[in-house]
Protein backbone atom coordinates (compact mmCIF):
# COMPACT_ATOMS: atom_id res chain seq x y z
CA UNK A 1 0.00 0.00 0.00
CA UNK A 2 1.21 3.85 -0.52
CA UNK A 3 2.77 5.06 2.23
CA UNK A 4 1.07 8.25 3.71
CA UNK A 5 3.63 11.13 4.88
CA UNK A 6 2.79 13.60 7.56
CA UNK A 7 4.58 17.16 6.52
CA UNK A 8 4.30 18.73 9.67
CA UNK A 9 6.22 21.57 8.60
CA UNK A 10 3.50 22.55 6.48
CA UNK A 11 1.11 22.22 9.14
CA UNK A 12 3.60 24.61 10.96
CA UNK A 13 3.55 27.16 8.51
CA UNK A 14 0.00 26.69 8.19
CA UNK A 15 -0.50 27.72 11.64
CA UNK A 16 1.90 30.39 11.56
CA UNK A 17 -0.32 33.10 9.70
CA UNK A 18 -0.88 36.02 10.85
CA UNK A 19 -3.27 38.98 9.60
CA UNK A 20 -0.91 41.73 8.00
CA UNK A 21 -1.21 44.35 10.59
CA UNK A 22 0.00 41.83 13.51
CA UNK A 23 2.64 40.48 10.64
CA UNK A 24 4.21 43.84 10.05
CA UNK A 25 4.51 43.86 14.44
CA UNK A 26 5.37 40.85 14.70
CA UNK A 27 8.41 41.67 12.20
CA UNK A 28 9.55 44.70 13.82
CA UNK A 29 9.85 42.67 17.08
CA UNK A 30 11.58 39.78 15.24
CA UNK A 31 14.23 42.44 14.19
CA UNK A 32 15.75 43.19 17.68
CA UNK A 33 15.18 39.41 19.07
CA UNK A 34 14.55 40.69 22.40
CA UNK A 35 14.59 37.80 24.58
CA UNK A 36 11.28 39.27 26.77
CA UNK A 37 9.42 39.99 23.27
CA UNK A 38 10.10 35.71 22.64
CA UNK A 39 9.01 35.00 26.04
CA UNK A 40 5.70 37.29 24.85
CA UNK A 41 5.40 35.02 21.48
CA UNK A 42 5.40 31.48 23.63
CA UNK A 43 2.99 33.06 26.30
CA UNK A 44 0.46 33.76 22.97
CA UNK A 45 1.50 30.85 21.65
CA UNK A 46 0.87 28.59 24.94
CA UNK A 47 -2.67 30.34 25.39
CA UNK A 48 -3.33 29.19 21.58
CA UNK A 49 -2.20 26.01 21.74
CA UNK A 50 -5.09 24.83 24.98
CA UNK A 51 -7.48 23.50 22.80
CA UNK A 52 -5.63 20.71 19.74
CA UNK A 53 -8.76 18.52 19.40
CA UNK A 54 -8.92 20.03 15.64
CA UNK A 55 -5.45 18.82 15.37
CA UNK A 56 -6.13 15.55 16.73
CA UNK A 57 -8.62 14.60 14.74
CA UNK A 58 -6.93 15.60 11.14
CA UNK A 59 -4.06 13.31 12.23
CA UNK A 60 -6.18 10.57 12.98
CA UNK A 61 -7.94 11.15 9.69
CA UNK A 62 -5.18 11.42 7.81
CA UNK A 63 -3.55 8.62 9.54
CA UNK A 64 -0.08 8.57 8.30
CA UNK A 65 2.15 5.63 8.14
CA UNK A 66 5.31 7.81 9.12
CA UNK A 67 6.34 11.17 10.37
CA UNK A 68 9.12 12.99 9.19
CA UNK A 69 9.43 16.36 10.63
CA UNK A 70 12.07 19.14 11.15
CA UNK A 71 12.62 19.70 14.99
CA UNK A 72 13.24 23.52 16.11
CA UNK A 73 13.55 24.67 19.64
CA UNK A 74 10.39 26.92 19.79
CA UNK A 75 8.04 25.47 22.84
CA UNK A 76 4.64 25.58 20.66
CA UNK A 77 6.63 23.92 17.68
CA UNK A 78 7.72 21.65 20.31
CA UNK A 79 4.42 20.96 21.83
CA UNK A 80 2.41 20.61 18.70
CA UNK A 81 5.41 18.34 17.30
CA UNK A 82 4.27 15.84 20.72
CA UNK A 83 0.67 16.16 20.41
CA UNK A 84 1.11 14.68 16.73
CA UNK A 85 3.07 12.26 17.40
CA UNK A 86 1.11 11.13 20.59
CA UNK A 87 -2.06 11.21 18.02
CA UNK A 88 -0.46 9.44 15.42
CA UNK A 89 1.60 6.58 17.34
CA UNK A 90 3.38 5.62 13.99
CA UNK A 91 7.23 5.89 13.69
CA UNK A 92 8.61 9.16 14.07
CA UNK A 93 11.93 10.61 11.95
CA UNK A 94 12.94 14.54 13.13
CA UNK A 95 15.13 16.33 11.26
CA UNK A 96 17.51 18.57 13.27
CA UNK A 97 19.05 21.31 11.21
CA UNK A 98 20.90 23.71 13.93
CA UNK A 99 22.14 22.68 17.27
CA UNK A 100 18.93 23.46 19.33
CA UNK A 101 19.50 21.35 22.36
CA UNK A 102 23.60 21.80 23.38
CA UNK A 103 24.46 25.70 25.22
CA UNK A 104 27.33 28.13 25.02
CA UNK A 105 29.82 28.11 26.75
CA UNK A 106 29.77 31.33 27.58
CA UNK A 107 26.12 32.32 27.55
CA UNK A 108 25.42 36.56 26.36
CA UNK A 109 22.76 36.73 28.98
CA UNK A 110 20.95 34.95 32.41
CA UNK A 111 18.01 35.43 30.61
CA UNK A 112 19.20 33.07 27.65
CA UNK A 113 20.53 30.96 30.02
CA UNK A 114 17.10 30.49 31.71
CA UNK A 115 15.48 30.63 28.10
CA UNK A 116 17.59 27.46 27.11
CA UNK A 117 17.66 25.70 30.19
CA UNK A 118 13.53 25.44 29.98
CA UNK A 119 13.70 24.69 26.19
CA UNK A 120 15.59 22.18 26.78
CA UNK A 121 13.26 20.19 28.75
CA UNK A 122 10.82 20.62 26.00
CA UNK A 123 13.43 19.34 23.27
CA UNK A 124 14.26 16.61 25.25
CA UNK A 125 10.98 15.59 26.07
CA UNK A 126 10.34 15.29 21.42
CA UNK A 127 13.41 13.84 20.76
CA UNK A 128 12.41 10.99 22.96
CA UNK A 129 9.05 10.61 21.15
CA UNK A 130 11.36 10.23 18.05
CA UNK A 131 12.73 7.05 16.60
CA UNK A 132 15.54 8.49 14.95
CA UNK A 133 17.14 11.52 13.62
CA UNK A 134 18.89 13.21 10.92
CA UNK A 135 21.24 15.96 11.84
CA UNK A 136 23.62 18.02 9.74
CA UNK A 137 27.63 16.94 10.84
CA UNK A 138 29.82 14.90 12.12
CA UNK A 139 29.59 16.34 15.48
CA UNK A 140 26.56 16.95 15.87
CA UNK A 141 25.92 13.03 15.16
CA UNK A 142 28.42 11.97 17.72
CA UNK A 143 27.02 14.40 20.45
CA UNK A 144 23.40 14.10 20.07
CA UNK A 145 23.80 9.80 20.02
CA UNK A 146 25.44 9.99 23.20
CA UNK A 147 23.01 12.89 24.73
CA UNK A 148 20.24 10.96 23.66
CA UNK A 149 20.69 7.27 22.78
CA UNK A 150 19.26 7.54 19.49
CA UNK A 151 20.42 6.34 15.80
CA UNK A 152 21.28 9.34 14.32
CA UNK A 153 22.87 9.99 10.54
CA UNK A 154 24.03 12.84 8.80
CA UNK A 155 21.45 14.26 6.00
CA UNK A 156 22.73 16.83 3.88
CA UNK A 157 23.19 17.65 0.01
CA UNK A 158 26.57 17.08 -0.97
CA UNK A 159 28.22 19.96 -2.92
CA UNK A 160 31.42 20.21 -5.11
CA UNK A 161 33.81 22.91 -3.81
CA UNK A 162 32.55 26.56 -4.75
CA UNK A 163 35.52 26.69 -6.79
CA UNK A 164 34.87 24.07 -9.26
CA UNK A 165 31.30 25.37 -9.41
CA UNK A 166 31.52 28.68 -10.22
CA UNK A 167 35.04 28.42 -12.02
CA UNK A 168 33.57 28.44 -15.49
CA UNK A 169 31.80 31.62 -14.77
CA UNK A 170 34.25 33.79 -16.37
CA UNK A 171 34.81 31.89 -19.63
CA UNK A 172 30.47 31.76 -19.77
CA UNK A 173 30.44 35.55 -19.46
CA UNK A 174 28.05 35.82 -16.30
CA UNK A 175 27.84 35.36 -12.61
CA UNK A 176 26.69 31.43 -11.94
CA UNK A 177 23.57 31.78 -9.55
CA UNK A 178 23.05 30.45 -5.88
CA UNK A 179 20.02 30.16 -4.00
CA UNK A 180 19.87 30.12 -0.02
CA UNK A 181 15.85 30.15 0.84
CA UNK A 182 15.26 29.80 4.14
CA UNK A 183 15.66 31.71 7.76
CA UNK A 184 18.09 33.90 8.77
CA UNK A 185 18.15 33.38 12.33
CA UNK A 186 20.50 32.18 15.27
CA UNK A 187 23.32 34.14 13.59
CA UNK A 188 22.64 32.27 10.22
CA UNK A 189 23.20 35.34 8.59
CA UNK A 190 26.53 35.25 9.27
CA UNK A 191 27.12 32.00 7.59
CA UNK A 192 25.42 33.16 4.75
CA UNK A 193 27.62 36.52 4.68
CA UNK A 194 31.07 34.22 4.74
CA UNK A 195 29.72 32.04 2.21
CA UNK A 196 28.45 34.72 0.00
CA UNK A 197 31.77 36.22 0.03
CA UNK A 198 33.66 33.33 -1.17
CA UNK A 199 31.02 32.91 -3.75
CA UNK A 200 31.44 36.21 -5.62
CA UNK A 201 35.06 35.95 -5.19
CA UNK A 202 34.87 33.28 -7.03
CA UNK A 203 32.93 34.61 -10.07
CA UNK A 204 29.40 33.73 -8.54
CA UNK A 205 26.16 35.08 -6.98
CA UNK A 206 24.43 34.50 -3.93
CA UNK A 207 20.74 35.04 -3.56
CA UNK A 208 19.13 35.15 -0.52
CA UNK A 209 15.12 34.86 0.15
CA UNK A 210 14.03 35.35 3.66
CA UNK A 211 10.95 36.50 5.77
CA UNK A 212 13.39 36.54 8.59
CA UNK A 213 13.40 40.81 9.30
CA UNK A 214 17.11 41.72 9.00
CA UNK A 215 18.46 45.12 10.47
CA UNK A 216 20.19 47.73 8.55
CA UNK A 217 23.69 46.69 9.98
CA UNK A 218 22.95 42.93 8.27
CA UNK A 219 22.20 44.18 4.70
CA UNK A 220 25.24 46.69 4.65
CA UNK A 221 27.28 42.99 5.63
CA UNK A 222 25.12 41.09 2.98
CA UNK A 223 26.20 44.65 -0.09
CA UNK A 224 29.56 44.35 1.60
CA UNK A 225 30.08 40.40 1.09
CA UNK A 226 28.30 40.38 -2.82
CA UNK A 227 25.49 39.09 -1.28
CA UNK A 228 21.92 39.56 -3.04
CA UNK A 229 19.57 40.02 -0.67
CA UNK A 230 15.93 39.72 -2.33
CA UNK A 231 13.67 39.56 1.35
CA UNK A 232 10.23 37.91 1.31
CA UNK A 233 8.95 36.17 -1.91
CA UNK A 234 5.81 33.93 -1.61
CA UNK A 235 6.96 29.93 -1.64
CA UNK A 236 6.15 29.46 -5.27
CA UNK A 237 8.23 32.08 -6.42
CA UNK A 238 11.16 31.31 -4.50
CA UNK A 239 10.88 27.61 -5.87
CA UNK A 240 10.80 29.19 -9.50
CA UNK A 241 13.48 31.11 -8.43
CA UNK A 242 15.38 28.05 -7.59
CA UNK A 243 14.66 25.55 -10.27
CA UNK A 244 16.68 28.42 -12.24
CA UNK A 245 19.66 28.25 -10.62
CA UNK A 246 22.93 27.38 -11.33
Request: glycine share 4%.
Amino acid sequence: SKCRVFDAESAYSAADVLQNREAKKHRELKKHRLQISMWARDFVWKKGLKDTSDIVNFVKEFNPDIIFTPMYYMFHTNKLLQTVIKSADVPVIAYISDDIYRMKKFPCSPLYSVDRILKRKVIRKSIELCDMLYVVCEEQKDAYEKEFGKSCKVLRKPAERISDIVGTAVSEGYRKSFIYAGNLGTERWKTIAVLGKIIYENGGILKVYSATPVTGKIKKLFIKSGVDYRGYVPAEEAAEECQKAD
